[in-house]
C-alpha cells in the first residue's frame, strides 16, 4: 500500500471484543468535568459565529482549559443551604474581536448560558471568569494565513474505534436512561450529575452508577433508601444479563441522618464535594475506555478549524466506523492519526489502521483498496467536518 505514503495497515492479533475483561464509564452533563467540558465547547462555538459575523472567518482560538472550583453546602431532608458558590474559570487563547473586552464579555456570557441550559436554576451559583488571552503570533499565523486547505497548528495525534463493544453500548444505554425525561419524572429526586463505571469479566457485567439526589424531595434516611431500591429496579431492567447494578457505594447501611447519604441541595456534586477540569471527562467516544487506544487530547474548547487535537479524535472514530461498514474482511477497526504543526490538516504525517479480521479472511489488494478509499473520502471531507464542529453538530466529549 504505497499511494498513499502516511498510511499503515495491519492486522489485529484478535478483535476487542475477545479480550476477557474491560471496563470504561461515562459521566454526565452534570458531572463538574463535564461542564467544564460543556463550557468550553459553547465558548468556541460562540467565538466562531462572533468571528465569522466580525471578520468573515474563524480566526485563531483555542479555549479548552477551564476549572471548576467547588462550594460549600449543608444538606438537610427537604432542603439545605449553599453557603459558598461555585467558581469556573475559563483560559485559552483567542484572537480579538472589534470592540473592546468582547472576549471576555463573550466567554461569561457563553459560559453563563451554557449553565443556564444544562443545570436550570443552579447555574445563578457559578461565578463566571474569563482568563482568556491573545495567542502568540506564530500560532495565530497558522490561521491568519489559512491557505486552500488549513494547517494545523498542534503536533498531536487523534484516536478512534469500531464497533462499540457489548459494554461501551451498555455503559451508554445506561447513561441516556438516567438522563431520560422518563427516568427523571419518575423519580424526581435524581439530581443531574452522575456517573457511570462499567466493567465485564467474560459475560458477567457490572455497573456502578454514582448519582447525586436532590435533598428537597428525600424525605427521610428510610425514604432515601427506598428511592434508591427503586431507581436500581427501574435501571436494572435495561441492562444486558447476567449483570449487577450498584447505586452510590458509599452510603452507609446503618445511616441515621444526612451525612451517611449520597445527599446533595442542587443535584450537583460541585456543591461541595468535587470540582472539575477540562478533559478529564469523556472523549469523542462519549466515553472513558483505557482498555483502547485513546488520546488524552481535551476535544472541548479547541479551535473546529485547525486543532488537530479535536479534528483527528472525531476523524478517526467516523473513519473507524466507515472502515467496519465499508470493508467486507473487517470485524473491528482502530484509528490513529498523527499531524505535524504547520502542515495541512488534510495530509496527516503518520495515519495507522489496525484491523480484527473476520474469521477466515486476509488483508488483500482489493482490501487495501477500498481502504485507500474510505480514508481519502474522509481527508477530502475535513472541512465538511470542521463546518459540522464549528455549528457543534458533532459530539466532542
Known amino acids: 500500500m504505497n499511494t498513499l505514503p502516511y498510511l499503515v495497515l495491519e492486522s489485529a492479533a484478535r478483535p476487542y471484543s475477545a479480550r476477557r475483561s474491560e471496563i470504561c464509564e461515562h459521566k454526565s452533563r452534570g458531572h463538574p468535568d463535564t461542564l467544564c467540558d460543556g463550557v468550553a465547547e459553547a465558548v468556541s462555538r460562540k467565538l ?158 457490572d455497573f456502578t452508577v454514582a448519582l447525586a439526589f436532590i435533598s428537597s424531595e428525600v424525605q427521610d434516611v428510610e425514604h432515601y433508601f427506598a428511592l434508591k431500591e427503586a431507581m436500581s429496579a427501574w435501571l436494572k431492567a435495561g441492562l444486558p444479563q447476567p449483570a449487577e447494578l450498584h447505586v452510590n457505594t458509599l452510603d452507609d447501611p446503618q445511616a441515621q441522618e444526612e451525612s451517611g447519604i449520597y445527599l446533595t441541595v442542587t443535584g450537583l456534586s460541585a456543591e461541595h464535594g468535587d470540582d472539575g477540569q477540562v ?4 472523549r469523542v467516544s462519549g466515553l472513558i475506555t483505557p482498555s483502547r487506544p485513546m488520546s488524552l487530547e481535551a476535544a472541548a474548547g479547541k479551535n473546529p478549524v485547525s486543532h488537530v487535537g479535536k479534528i483527528y479524535n472525531v476523524l478517526a472514530m467516523r473513519m473507524a466506523a466507515d472502515l467496519v461498514a465499508l470493508v467486507p474482511e473487517f470485524e473491528e477497526a482502530s484509528v490513529q492519526l498523527l499531524s505535524a ?48 464542529l464549528a455549528c457543534g453538530e458533532l459530539r466532542v466529549y
Not at 478533559?279 to 469523556?282: K, V, W
Not at 504525517?349 to 483498496?369: D, F, N, V, Y
Open 279 to 282: 478533559g478529564r471527562g469523556n
Open 48 to 205: 466562531c459565529a462572533a468571528y465569522i459575523h466580525a471578520y468573515g472567518e474563524i480566526r485563531h482560538h483555542n479555549v479548552d482549559k477551564a476549572l471548576l472550583v467547588g462550594g460549600q453546602s449543608r444538606v438537610r431532608f427537604g432542603g439545605g443551604d449553599i453557603d459558598a458558590g461555585m467558581r469556573l474559570i475559563v483560559a485559552g487563547r483567542a484572537d480579538a474581536l472589534p470592540q473592546a473586552n468582547a472576549v471576555s464579555e463573550l466567554v461569561v456570557e457563553a459560559a453563563s448560558e451554557y449553565l443556564a441550559q444544562t443545570i436550570g436554576a443552579a447555574a445563578a451559583l457559578f461565578q463566571v471568569e474569563s482568563a482568556v488571552r491573545q495567542g502568540s503570533p506564530n500560532l495565530r499565523r497558522v490561521l491568519a494565513t489559512r491557505a486552500a486547505v488549513a494547517r494545523a497548528n498542534d503536533t498531536s495525534f487523534g484516536t478512534g474505534f469500531a464497533p462499540y463493544s457489548k459494554l461501551e453500548n451498555a455503559v451508554l444505554q445506561l447513561a441516556e436512561r438516567l438522563g431520560s425525561e422518563e427516568f427523571r419524572q419518575a423519580f424526581p429526586a435524581a439530581g443531574a450529575d452522575f456517573k457511570v463505571m462499567g466493567a465485564r469479566h467474560d459475560e458477567r457485567f
Open 341 to 388: 504543526i504547520g502542515q495541512p490538516i488534510a495530509y496527516p504525517k503518520l495515519l495507522s489502521i489496525e484491523a480484527a479480521l473476520l474469521s477466515g479472511k486476509s488483508i488483500t489488494p482489493s482490501t487495501c483498496r477500498t481502504v485507500e478509499e474510505v480514508v481519502q473520502r474522509g481527508l477530502g471531507h475535513i472541512e465538511e467536518l470542521c463546518g459540522q
